[in-house]
């Protein structure tokens, strides 16, 4: 079986600083991956290059055994990516927007509408179906932007601070969504800075700072790497505080 998704060497560059630094890891399907860092350690910039948005500039992704930078778009089909902030067409509703972005990716627009009402439905924005997305909180932003994820059916998505908005309901509505996902043989990679959700969602964590791959595995695999016995918290600074000088 291939991966879900797999990374080796992957390298980004911004003229003299390293973005990312030689990551490697893999994602199996029916897996969620949770990447954590502190700000600016390169989780996003590493989501852009699986996405496509990026060229690494050393490096392979593949999605489910398909080339990311040398066969971009048929691993496209393949992926969606949700950013943390929601990107829309503000004057288009929610029923337009799902549409438009099913032309997009070529959908059968019969079926298109049909996943749109589901997705719609299932989300809470059914009612809202003719309103427009400008007028929307930053919650009901962030379910239509997922549903714009979802539209065509992607085998592998890429979510950043995908709960991000959410009262509480709507965040579990989500979760359960994604668990459909990865119960049908898709995979997920999300970013959070709330470690509480990784903790409970993630089958594992990847830790990242300074564009490096610190550690990963499952909570008890990261204690070990850490030295620490403590909560994921505890665990995260441990490893993204910066080494001590050589005496």
């Given amino acids: 079986m291939n991966d879900a998704l797999r990374l080796d060497g992957v390298t980004k560059r911004y003229g003299d600083k390293i973005a990312v630094d030689a990551i490697s890891f893999s994602v199996q399907p029916g897996e969620m991956y949770a990447l954590l860092g502190p700000n600016g350690a390169g989780k996003t910039t590493t989501l852009r290059m699986i996405c496509g948005l990026l060229r690494p500039d050393a490096g392979q992704i593949r999605a489910f055994g398909v080339d990311v930078i040398n066969d971009p ?3 496209k ?46 989300l ?11 007028s929307f909180s930053r ?32 965040a579990r509505l989500v979760k359960d969504m994604l668990a ?8 997920i990679i999300l970013t959070t800075h709330i470690l509480d959700v990784a903790e409970r969602m993630a089958d594992r964590i990847g830790i990242i ?26 665990v995260f600074l441990r490893l993204v505080a910066p080494d001590e000088p050589t005496p």
């Fill in 73 to 75: 778009m048929a691993a």
């Fill in 77 to 122: 089909r393949l992926i969606a990516w949700a950013p943390d902030e929601p990107q829309l067409y503000d004057r288009l509703n929610p029923m337009e927007y799902l549409e438009f972005v099913a032309a997009l990716w070529d959908c059968e627009p019969k079926a298109a509408r049909a996943l749109a009402q589901e997705l719609l439905e299932r």
């Fill in 124 to 134: 809470g924005l059914w009612e809202n179906r003719q309103q427009r997305c400008e």
């Fill in 139 to 170: 919650g009901m932003k962030q379910k239509t932007a997922l549903a714009g994820a979802l539209i065509h059916d992607p085998k592998l998505l890429l979510l950043d601070e995908p709960l991000t908005g959410l009262d509480a309901a709507a």
């Fill in 180 to 187: 459909e996902r990865l119960q049908a043989g898709g995979a």
């Fill in 209 to 234: 700072r300074s564009g490096a791959l610190r550690a990963e595995g499952n909570l008890a695999q990261l204690r070990a790497v850490a030295g620490e016995s403590g909560s994921l918290e505890d």
